[in-house]
């Protein structure tokens, strides 16, 4: 084998070669560059002898089967292997590679974030697969304390990839969210990308799902291959569509198969980009996808706190017309109810402020009086509403006017009025006019 200047030289006119074909790609420069550090490392360890042989010779015949198949992802993850091996005997060689990784990255991240790749396409009807969004700083989901630490913990090792890489450890690259409809998921990813700083991709495979065989594995395939090429938040909507458990006797054979590849994808997906799942029915999937998924993070309805919470940020500045006990009642009366949910109510009630000049009181109240459904813990709310009104309007806001805000009748008014906020739910439904 050849070995120092004349070797470089030798890798260095095959690159011109290329380049005077005009046959060069980013893929043929990665390879190239890979398979020069194979041979690198292996001068180095007989020149030296300072790096253990075993590692050296199970990780060789990999890269340069990678190497000839022209597959970036595999030498990417053989590349952090050889980080983790040579970090206690060969520590120069490490942070060499460990620079090559990340100009690699960085590299990635330059040359695409200019524009937007284009969207793989369905063959037969041209249709792009993908919605594809650039990188948007919306406001911060809110969640509950213990899922806002979890998120800031996966967050801060997204952005320390390049130290987790140059110790041979790979950052988290997938998420599976769960959780009832309504509280956040899409939301959540997107603000994901924006904060990442990556392009959104989204993939609904409820309507991908074909009945032609073979088709929705193709479409699929196209989604994950223009992910894994361009970096970017690929969201995997709906995800219990394709990922069911296996051994449902009802799954055609075709999304049994469409398992197998998206466990290998899990196992293999590489650090550029993000891969998250989303689904309503985690109980439906199948179990070894599950544990694949680098974080799992499940969404939940909204307690109190993030209820009044969801409810000021959507009143936005017409919120300051509202005393705080108003909305904190308010948030009350929505108890059980999706952060979705709360949101359409203060968006619904500001358009109300804005068109119809209605008070925000009014206009919240009408907004939120479809969402009560009854019972003694939402007639309490109910009667908390009342008298709340009543203390932030005094003794000028009359039993009427009350009745006018909530579209009660007088007399429900004033028994909620007369009631100690002690037992205000007591048996008050026969008076809800």
Known sequence: MPTGPRRRRGWMQLLMFDMAGQNLTIERILVACLWHFALLVFEMECSNGTIERPWLEALLPDIVQAGFDGNIRRLEVLAITA?????????????????ILSSRRFSARATR??????????????????????????????????????????LNERRQSDRLLGEGFLPPRSILITGP?????????????????????????????????????????????????????LLLDEFDAVAKRRDDPSEV?????????????????????????ATNHPDLLD????????????????????????????????GSEVKHEI???????????????????????VRRR????????TALASETRPFIDGGRKKQKAVGNFVRALKRS?????????????????????????????????????????
């Open 181 to 233: 409809p309504g509280t956040g998921k899409t939301m959540f990813a997107k603000w994901l990308a924006g904060d990442l700083k990556l392009n959104f991709a989204t993939l609904d495979l409820a309507t991908s799902i074909s009945s032609y065989l073979g088709k929705t594995g193709m479409n699929l395939r196209r989604a994950l291959d223009y992910a894994r090429a361009t970096p970017c938040l």
């Open 393 to 433: 309007g005094g003794d000028s806001r009359s039993i009427r006017d009350i009745a006018t805000i909530t579209g009660l009748v007088p007399s429900t008014v004033h028994y909620h009025l007369m009631k100690d906020s002690n037992d205000a739910g007591e048996s008050t439904s026969a008076h809800i006019g």
């Open 354 to 361: 804005i068109v119809e000049e209605e008070r925000m009181e």
């Open 327 to 349: 909305l904190a009642v308010v948030a009350e009366m929505l108890d059980g109810r999706s952060g979705s949910d709360v949101h359409s109510v203060g968006t619904a009630a």
């Open 253 to 277: 054979g075709e999304l049994k198969r469409i398992v197998n590849v998206l466990l290998k994808e899990l196992e293999d997906w590489p650090a550029h980009s993000l891969l998250v799942a």
């Open 83 to 99: 980080i983790r091996s040579a970090r206690r005997n060969s520590p120069e060689l490490a942070a060499n590679l460990d620079a």
């Open 113 to 154: 974030s200019l524009t937007i790749e284009p969207s793989p396409i369905d063959r037969e009807s041209s249709a792009p697969l993908l919605k594809i969004e650039t990188p948007v700083n919306a406001p911060r989901p809110i969640f509950r304390a213990d899922l806002q630490s979890q998120v800031d913990r996966f």
């Open 287 to 318: 179990s070894a996808i599950a544990r694949r998924f680098d974080r799992l993070f499940a969404t939940e309805v909204p307690a109190q706190a993030e209820r009044l919470s969801i409810l000021t940020n959507s009143l936005a500045r017409f």
